[in-house]
């Protein structure tokens, strides 16, 4: 974590008291906080953060939401499953999908295969 706060955010009680016990073993629960939380119901209020990580959620109901969290030159990593080599699915990203709703991103990042979709992306300075 590098002296980074993190909030971690999951519908899953039992995903969170994982991610508290994970923090007290880690040594650092001082500077984590865990929220059960539905983001089908938006994502939680707060602060401008340099970091949002998705891993393995994608709802593009959140995308505005996300980027716009993000403090200038913020970073967003996403990655989620896809149709690429595998099919289409509920939860899965269409082929570029996340260029095109991150694509006003500075995209440092991004790929798809095996079913997986990912970017990496900087919010402008200002």
Do not use: Q, Y
């Not at 899953?12 to 629960?29: F, K, N, Q, W, Y």
């Not at 994502?43 to 998705?54: D, E, K, Q, S, Y």
């Not at 995209?107 to 900087?122: F, P, S």
């Amino acid at each position: 974590m590098r002296g980074m706060d993190v909030l971690g955010v999951d519908v899953s009680p039992v995903a969170i008291d994982l991610a508290r016990e994970l923090a007290r073993l880690g040594g650092v629960t001082d500077r984590c906080r865990f929220v059960v939380h539905d983001l089908d119901d938006g994502i939680p209020a707060g602060p401008p953060v340099n970091l949002v990580l998705c891993h393995k959620f994608r709802d593009p109901d959140l995308d505005s939401a996300l980027m716009e969290r993000l403090a200038p030159e913020g970073l967003l990593a996403v990655a989620t499953l896809s149709e690429v080599e595998t099919g289409p699915g509920r939860f899965r990203a269409r082929p570029g999908e996340l260029r095109e709703a991150f694509g006003s991103l500075e995209v440092l990042a991004e790929g798809e295969a095996d079913g997986m979709a990912w970017l990496i992306g900087r919010k402008s300075p200002g």
